[in-house]
């Protein structure tokens, strides 16, 4: 199967930035779409970006201007860019990753890392 091994989140005070980044290891024929979502206390899991692999990228409107999603497609690599951090952007924050393998179509998430923006 193909596992997704997520980093980079923590403690940050408002206005400060972090890097979120997810690597996919397995067996991968090709990716269709590399996506962070994350989950706030009493909230749905919302998608925040979206980068396919054809090229086309979307935000949520709440992050548009602040976080920038790229990716590495020769390390299988998502990365999230996450600057002035505001509170609300607290949450939980999930890569997701769908492909293709040898066999059939792939869609694998990452455990989750815990962002928290605080004073």
């Known amino acids: 199967q193909v596992q997704l091994v997520e980093s980079g989140g923590g403690l940050v005070q408002p206005g400060g930035s972090l890097r979120l980044s997810c690597a996919a290891s397995?067996?991968?024929?090709?990716?269709?779409?590399m996506g962070w979502y994350r989950q706030a206390p009493g909230k749905q899991r919302e998608l925040v970006a979206l980068?396919?692999?054809?090229?086309?990228?979307n935000y949520a409107d709440s992050v548009k201007g602040r976080f920038t999603i790229s990716r590495d497609n020769a390390k299988n690599t998502v990365y999230l860019q996450m600057n002035s951090l505001k509170p609300e952007d607290t949450a939980v924050y999930y890569c997701?990753?769908?492909?293709?393998?040898?066999?059939?179509?792939?869609?694998?998430w990452g455990q989750g890392t815990q962002v928290t923006v605080s004073s």
């Open positions: 980068i396919i692999s054809g090229g086309s990228i």
């Open positions: 397995g067996s991968i024929f090709s990716i269709y779409a």
């Open positions: 997701n990753i769908r492909g293709r393998n040898f066999l059939t179509d792939f869609d694998s």
